[in-house]
């Protein structure tokens, strides 16, 4: 008998374009997708950030190549997006992950500058990839585009409107795009993770994550940024090629909590 199933879970000969891929989440994943047999163009601010993660998926026998790159700069992120496909030839693979955190009361000194910042490259740089990215991505004819939103983009901690907002914007940009970009087979989802250990807590102390992580997460722990890693690369699978407008929760269960 022939074989019953067709999608290939292989992300092997894939190009990846990663953001905020210097630190945390966005490390992680650009390891992963080296690991799977993806080439993947590491972006971030910092050359020497990036070029450390560059080395380390060489090194561990991937092909990676790196980039400095501010997601805020439409002309960098286009002239960045070229050259990747100059180098790789194509561009299949979208991750939406560059992200910052800047929160204070609505009324405090700076909080209309931090806003504008916060939605500059939580929100809006999300587009500017995705623009950017567009013509190759419908190339591929498996394109695949993934944006890291957060709990906070269904919830809302006090002082943090700014980067809730932008989370929640993420999740509504992802559903309109996934409306968009269906007819060209680009799948556009979002990973909703909960706390993780990266560089954005590492200033939370270790007791207060613990603390946080027994009242509130079923799992009873902070995530590492693998585990998320892992949802992001399953998302972009040629087999996930019916999945798309989702906002999956990576969280420990965060999110169910209801008491
Ligand atoms: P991280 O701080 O370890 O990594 C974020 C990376 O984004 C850094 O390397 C930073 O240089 C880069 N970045 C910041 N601004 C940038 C810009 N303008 N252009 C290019 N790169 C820029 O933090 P983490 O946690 O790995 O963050 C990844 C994503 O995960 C972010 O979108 C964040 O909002 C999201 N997230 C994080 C959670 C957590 O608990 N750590 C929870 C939920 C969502």
Not at 18 to 34: D, Q, Y
Not at 215 to 244: D, F, I, K, N
Request: a neutral charge.
């Amino acid at each position: 008998m022939p074989k019953l199933t067709n999608g290939s879970r292989s992300v092997a000969g894939k190009t990846v374009l990663v953001t905020g891929a210097a630190s945390g989440m966005g490390r992680a994943t650009a390891h992963l997708f080296a690991d799977e047999g993806a080439m993947v163009a590491v972006t971030d601010l910092v050359a020497g950030a990036v070029q450390a993660v560059v080395d380390e998926i060489n090194g561990a026998g991937g092909v990676a190549r790196g980039w400095t790159l501010d997601v805020t700069d439409q002309a960098a992120v286009d002239r960045v997006v070229g050259e990747i496909v100059a180098v790789f030839g194509s561009l299949d693979i979208l991750v939406n992950n560059a992200g910052m955190v800047a929160g204070g009361p609505v009324d405090g000194p700076s909080y209309l500058d931090d806003l504008l910042r916060t939605l500059d490259v939580d929100l809006i740089a999300h587009v500017r990839t995705i623009r950017a990215a567009l013509a190759h991505l419908k190339r591929s004819g498996e394109g695949r585009i993934v944006n890291i939103a957060s709990t906070e983009g269904s919830g809302a901690t006090k002082y943090n409107s700014g980067y809730v907002a932008a989370k929640h914007g993420v999740i509504g940009l992802t559903r309109a795009l996934a409306m968009e970009l269906g007819e060209f087979g680009i799948t556009v989802n979002c990973v909703q993770p909960g706390p993780i250990r990266t560089g954005m807590t590492a200033g939370i102390p270790e007791e207060a994550k613990t603390k946080f992580a027994r009242r509130r997460v079923p799992l009873r722990r902070y995530g590492e940024p693998e585990e998320v890693a892992q949802m992001t690369v399953s998302l972009c699978l040629p087999a996930m090629s019916y999945v798309t407008g989702v906002n999956v929760p990576v969280d420990g269960g965060l999110l169910i909590q209801n008491t």
